[in-house]
């Protein structure tokens, strides 16, 4: 009952506020004060203050502004995760499948194409002398350096 009461008098002083500016030949502005006046008291007659104020004292009604709070943040934390992390499921799945792709070289898993063609690909090599018969070391070693060479010959090294 206060509640309306309160609503009705804002009510009635801004539209006294409205009608002193109106006299003041300033109608734009009086006309919003008037919109601004009529407010209170509309919301008194559709019944919303009534609710407002059973709302008020009702600890299952703040109950329920507790929930909606804790919805919304935890809404605006996923908007702020998913920002973060580079848009939906979708596309970080496409954007992880792109980067193994271009992970390696694309000439990198190609196989050798062997002598033949690497050859032609470069300069005529100029001859080298044949290095001299080194006499074998003990413990067989030598047999470990010549697949070493065999393998570096075979990769152009």
């Not at 919109?35 to 600890?59: C, K, R």
């Not at 970080?92 to 980067?99: D, E, F, S, T």
């Not at 694309?106 to 002598?115: E, F, I, R, T, V």
């Amino acid at each position: 009952m206060i509640a309306e009461t309160v609503c009705s008098a804002v009510s009635v002083a801004g539209l006294g506020i409205a009608a002193v500016t109106a006299y003041r030949k300033r109608f734009l502005s009086a006309a919003r004060i008037a919109a601004y006046s009529l407010v209170p008291i509309g919301l008194v007659m559709t019944g919303v203050v009534g609710w407002l104020a059973d709302t008020a004292f009702s600890p299952t009604a703040w109950a329920g502004f507790v929930v909606l709070g804790g919805a919304w943040a935890l809404f605006m934390i996923t908007r702020a995760v998913e920002r973060r992390g580079g848009g939906t499921r979708k596309e970080r799945k496409a954007a992880k499948a792109a980067a193994e792709r271009d992970a390696v070289a694309p000439a990198a898993s190609a196989p050798s194409l062997g002598q033949a063609s690497r050859q032609a690909a470069q300069p005529a090599a100029r001859p080298t002398a044949q290095p001299a018969a080194q006499p074998p070391r003990s413990g067989g070693s030598g047999d470990d350096f010549s697949d070493i060479e065999a393998i570096l010959k075979k990769h152009g090294i």
